[in-house]
């Protein structure tokens, strides 16, 4: 752990900044949304991190539920507040994207709203948390939030498949590639950059969680 | 917006969001590390919290 941690951190270095690279300059133009496609490469990935926070919380909290181990509870907790974040960038960075490209910063299209609602509910979640009297009761409550809330993430998926929507459809299904080569290779640079960095995040942000829990703990002892 | 209006509002925002998280981590870390070995002196018992 003692070398994994500061391996992993300059691994997530180097693919940001290869991704940055790619985005910014090595990719091309695309042909109807021209230099706009170049947000893309940060609003993708933000949005599939929302998706791997949403689905570690998803786990954690089951096996924090049915275990009752204080470690799936630390995960659960420090991966909703990196979803809240990537939801809210996810948001951020399509909403910039959609002001020159469909002429609004917002319109109420199923697959906004849906992750708008996705950015809700673990807001409560981190709310739940942060205003409940009995810390392992307001865990528990946060668990079944982090469980039920989950279930946003296919619904936000197909929302492109089952409503009529303004939203591009996905680019890439079971192998089906609709993206020229040089395009491709930006995005999955990019997605590898930011799915290293936030497992390098939630081990930073699990840590922390670990050792404020400790640190009451040892405050409890040094009073009683 | 143009182009490179958009792509460096786009860039700057999710980079300062970021980075400002990052920053806020790290510094939250220190604090409560050096918070367990200041209660660790006065309770011996710490040590195994703040091992990497």
Do not use: C
Not at chain 1, 39 to 58: D, E, K
Not at chain 1, 59 to 86: N, P, Q
Not at chain 1, 90 to 106: E, F, N
Not at chain 2, 32 to 46: I, K, L, P, W, Y
């Amino acid at each position: 752990m003692r070398l994994f941690l500061p391996l992993l951190g300059g691994a997530a270095v180097i693919l940001l900044a290869a991704g940055l690279y790619a985005g910014l300059f090595a990719s091309p133009p695309d042909a109807f949304q021209g230099n706009y496609v170049r947000i893309m490469y940060v609003h993708v990935p933000s949005a599939w991190v929302a998706y791997l926070a949403v689905f570690t919380v998803f786990v954690a909290s089951i096996l924090y539920l049915w275990k009752r181990r204080a470690v799936y509870d630390h995960v659960a907790h420090s991966a909703a507040e990196l979803g809240v974040l990537f939801t809210a960038l996810a948001l951020a960075g399509g909403m910039i994207w959609g002001k020159p490209v469909w002429g609004t910063w917002w319109t109420w299209d199923a697959r906004l709203v849906t992750t708008a609602i996705l950015f809700l509910i673990y807001t409560g979640y981190l709310l739940v948390r942060a205003l409940a009297e009995d810390p392992e009761r307001g865990a528990r409550l946060a668990a079944v939030i982090g469980i039920v809330g989950a279930l946003d993430i296919p619904v936000i998926h197909y929302s492109v498949v089952w409503f009529r929507t303004l939203h591009p459809p996905a680019s890439i299904v079971r192998g089906d590639i609709k993206m020229a080569p040089p395009m491709l290779a930006a995005l999955m640079i990019n997605l590898l950059a930011f799915t290293v960095f936030y497992a390098y995040l939630l081990i930073l942000r699990v840590r922390l969680e670990r050792l404020e829990t400790m640190r009451a703990a040892l405050e409890a002892e040094a009073e009683g | 917006m143009s182009p490179p209006a958009a792509i460096t509002l786009a860039y700057g925002v999710v980079w300062a969001a970021i980075l400002l998280y990052l920053w806020r981590l790290r510094r939250r870390l220190r604090q409560v590390e050096a918070d367990v070995r200041a209660q660790h002196t006065q309770t011996r018992s710490g040590e195994v919290f703040i091992e990497r």
